[in-house]
């Protein structure tokens, strides 16, 4: 597989500043590139990877793919050519940008570095184990220092012909599916994480949520606690461990109605023909333990609003 992550997304808000606002608290920092009505803020390990801007309703406009070589950007671009779900609006050596047909977001794979992501030191203390840590409480007990997160690790796209997306970004742009539930939603990747994109069948093609991975369960919860501390509307789901992908999960809601997720230790897969997928059945994909999903993170609130305006 030549694609190796996401790299950045595009998000359309209603209001750019109550959106930065909710980002920088969920640990984002600023980019010097922002402009009058957007704003860019970047993650620690994966820089600029959230660009947002004015829209009526939230929506995904842009979604980045990282491939290691720019013979990937050509092999990508051969398949376009010849596909139904796919047309191609922009291509130099570094950068193929593809319009996805059924729900008109633009796809940009560009040649990008892996994360340089700094080492974890994350000790436990377990029964018929030596001791990891001895004399010391666990660092997250004493640290003072706000969550960052890592990088833009997934995203959950709804989209009303399922079939015709998930054929765009397996057959076309080159992701894989991990798991799936069979015309509902399938978990796919373009890279080792179990899934970087979840492609759910909707009403209107909308941004589920947004995730972003941190060091630990230690984050998740210290990262959602904050936010929730500081706005206890902000909550929506968590915290839990979901059972596709076994990643920790804690979601917030940001101002434009898009769940942003802290999220750790999920799934990683290093060879198809050795993945064994579970054959998931009805509603316990979503979560092996934790509270159970509040109605609207099954149903957004603003759905109606989302297909009106579509
Ligand atoms: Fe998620």
Redesign the pocket.
């Known amino acids: 597989m030549g694609l190796h992550r996401l790299t950045s997304i595009t998000l359309g808000v209603p209001d750019v500043v109550a959106s930065t606002a909710f980002f920088r608290d969920f640990g984002l920092s600023d980019q010097t590139s922002s402009t009058q009505g957007s704003a860019h803020l970047a993650t620690r390990d994966g820089g600029g990877q959230v660009e947002l801007v004015g829209a009526p309703t939230r929506r995904l406009i842009r979604l980045g793919v990282g491939a290691q070589h720019g013979d990937d950007l050509a092999r990508i671009a051969d398949r376009a050519a010849s596909s139904p779900y796919a047309e191609i609006i922009d291509s130099t050596p570094d950068l193929l940008a593809v319009r996805e047909a059924a729900t008109g977001l633009r796809v940009e794979v560009t040649v990008a570095p892996p994360y340089a992501a700094p080492p974890v030191e994350h000790t436990f203390n377990r029964p018929g184990a030596d001791p990891e840590r001895i004399d010391v409480p666990a660092a997250s007990v004493l640290a003072a220092e706000p969550v960052q997160p890592s990088n833009l690790t997934?995203v959950?796209y709804g989209t009303p012909d399922q079939p015709a997306t998930l054929a765009f970004f397996t057959d076309v742009i080159g992701f894989e599916i991990s798991d799936q539930v069979p015309g509902i939603i399938a978990f796919t990747r373009c890279g080792p994480v179990h899934?970087n994109l979840?492609i759910q069948a909707a009403a209107v093609a909308y941004p589920h949520?947004i995730?972003f991975e941190v060091d630990d369960i230690d984050d998740v919860v210290r990262g959602g606690q904050a936010m929730v501390d500081t706005d206890p509307d902000r909550h929506m789901w968590g915290v839990g461990r979901?059972a596709i992908?076994s990643?920790w999960?804690w979601?917030l809601r940001e101002p434009g109605g898009t769940f942003v997720?802290y999220?750790a230790d999920i799934d990683r897969i290093s060879e198809q023909d050795k993945y064994r997928p579970k054959d998931w059945q009805g509603h316990e994909f979503l979560y092996s333990f934790g509270p159970p999903p509040p109605l609207e993170f099954l149903e957004p609130a603003d759905m109606a609003d989302l297909i009106a305006q579509s």
Do not use: I, M, R
Request: proline share 0%.
């Open positions: 997934h959950v899934h979840a949520h995730a979901h992908g990643n999960f979601y997720e999220t």
